[in-house]
């Protein structure tokens, strides 16, 4: 039998604070499913690192912007390829680009989970966990959203 491959959708990549629980996260998940995760690829750090002191706004602007177009690319291009996507839903509010990527494997008739190990309300109301939104295309893809890695499911 093929294991499935699931995209984790997350910004965990972006501060140093959270590396250690995604390398935790992706460990995990990788006992049981195949894991699709963007941020194990970092073709760009050092160019975005050289951008910021780019002394050109026109040069600096321009190559983010081609660099944005080729990791949105890449993004969806992994989502389509994957099973389905495990998102991340910790913070006040579910980070945008997380959000994206789970409505657009909704629409894509994808599963999706979501991991919110959070205890703040985030919430639209007291009958959602997360924006209502995002709450409704993770359970109407089949999938929930659970409170840790064990309770994630096929």
Do not use: C
């Not at 007291?126 to 924006?131: D, F």
């Amino acid at each position: 039998m093929t294991r499935k491959t699931i995209y984790l959708a997350s910004p965990l990549g972006f501060a140093a604070s959270t590396h250690g629980f995604m390398a935790e996260l992706v460990a995990s998940l990788r006992e049981v499913i195949d894991v699709l995760n963007p941020w194990d690829d970092q073709r760009f750090a050092s160019e975005f690192r050289e951008l910021a002191s780019e002394d050109s706004v026109t040069v600096r602007d321009g190559r983010l912007a081609e660099i944005n177009r080729e990791l949105g690319k890449k993004n969806t291009m992994s989502i389509d390829a994957a099973d389905g996507v495990f998102a991340i839903l910790d913070g006040v509010d579910v980070d945008s680009g997380t959000a994206a990527e789970i409505g657009y494997a909704f629409a894509k008739g994808k599963r999706v989970n979501g991991l919110r190990t959070d205890f703040r309300l985030a919430g639209d109301n007291h009958g959602s966990i997360v924006n209502l939104q995002v709450q409704y295309f993770i359970e109407q893809s089949g999938g929930a959203v659970v409170t840790a890695v064990g309770e994630f499911v096929d």
